[in-house]
């Protein structure tokens, strides 16, 4: 009777383990149709709202205007960065590292490409490649000034409310410097 027991507990855990792979690979692919027979896939209405907000929110950046961007964030405290070394929990934070970060910035080109949307309900998240090239102005350099080119891979969670998308999270992860101006930095 010993030896069925052990039996038993190993098919339940294997049949568990089982069912969350099956589970996972099933759920994994529910978002956009990202098949291989197209380079950019076909976007749902949703999807394409989505890639419009994240759109308008890296104009808003490039334009350095906190009010501009608020309209793309929630503003509240389940908003939430990851940047770098760099975690803002709530949207006071962010707004208080963006007050301190965007008077510096001149010259700013900010950019979003291969946005892959996955949208479920009034959740979505995507996936996407980063660029920002900027003129940081500040006492603390040679001459005043240093030349910033720096791109990367963000992530980024957004909530639907009131029909409108908002970004609830922005997780980026910044590839080696461009140049070796930008190493030193460390977003």
Known sequence: MSKVVPMKKWLSTATLFATVAICSLATAHEGEDHSSDSAQPALSAQGKRVVSTLEDYAA???SADIAE???Y???TDGFS???GTNHDAGWQSYRKHLADELPMFNETS???SNIR???RGDMAFATMEYQMDV???SDRFDGGEHRVAMKGKATMVLSKSKNE???RHIHTSREQAMNSEAAGNAH
């Open 110 to 112: 900010y950019s979003l």
């Open 81 to 83: 960065s990851l940047e």
């Open 69 to 71: 961007i608020e309209k």
């Open 135 to 137: 003129t940081i102005k």
């Open 117 to 119: 949307p996955y949208v």
């Open 165 to 167: 998308w908002k970004i």
């Open 73 to 75: 964030v929630i503003t």
């Open 60 to 62: 808003a950046v490039q």
